[in-house]
């Protein structure tokens, strides 16, 4: 295994590991029982939000902070971390408990991105900045200049239709969980003041994922999600819903 995780490092990377026990230790979830990657997580995430703010700047160097923070948010979230982690096959080279495996953890939005910012963290701590800067950039890609005005978070996007319309603001009810400890499931609720009617989404991959952030749902949203660490971004996907709907109702 040793052997082809260096080989998988060097490809993947473009830097031949010189110790690849770090490596390891970042491709290892906590239900291994043993050293795994959450310290390495907690370093990479911070390397990967410095490089993010530099690349940033040098891409959009007359774009206001605000903007730039919207953009860098939406870049180091935990959705498009998983999305750079499947790109990359981390999920071949996940070392998993039995049961974390059994119940979907390798396909995990939140397992992945953590993956994926524990990876950036060991090449960080065995390269250098340098080379966690170059492996960032590739692997981010387009992502980066994707979208020429800056995102809005849908929580505010929707909190502002309210505000303009002079309806009170949209309220959000966690309304289920289920699934195991190590991958829960979350539904989330948003509701417009004005309106009854509602819609659902269920899925397990990130294809119906993608299906339901473009999916207009008719002033409610309830979207599960396999963390609890994830509801915030449910919340968000809820409220981007329902103002894209208020957005086609006024256009």
Known sequence: ??????GWITTTTGHAPADLNLFERALTHGSQGADNYERLEFLG???LGL????????????????????????????????DVARSLGVATQLRLGKQARDD??????????????????????DAGLSAARDFIRRSWGDRVSRESKAPQHPKSALLEWAA???????????????GPDNAP??????????????????????????????????SWA??????????????????????????????
């Open 51 to 82: 490089v993010m703010a530099e690349w940033l700047t040098e891409l959009f160097p007359v774009e206001a902070e605000g903007a730039l923070s919207k953009r860098l948010h939406a870049l180091v979230s935990g959705a498009v971390c998983a």
């Open 222 to 251: 309830e979207i599960p999600l396999r963390s609890f660490r994830a509801q915030s971004r449910n919340i968000d996907r809820a409220a981007k819903s329902v103002s894209r709907l208020r957005s086609k109702r006024t256009g």
């Open 45 to 47: 995430d911070r390397v």
């Open 1 to 6: 295994m040793s052997d082809g995780l260096a």
């Open 104 to 125: 979907g953890a390798g396909d995990s939005d939140n397992v992945l991105g953590d993956a994926m910012e524990s990876l950036i963290g060991a090449l960080y701590r």
């Open 185 to 218: 499931r979350f539904t989330v609720k948003a509701r417009s003041a004005s309106s009854h009617r509602r819609g659902r989404a269920v899925g397990r991959s990130r294809k119906p994922r993608r299906r339901r952030r473009r999916r207009c749902w008719r």
């Open 164 to 178: 303009a319309h002079k309806r009170r603001a949209p309220s959000y009810e966690v309304t289920d969980r289920s």
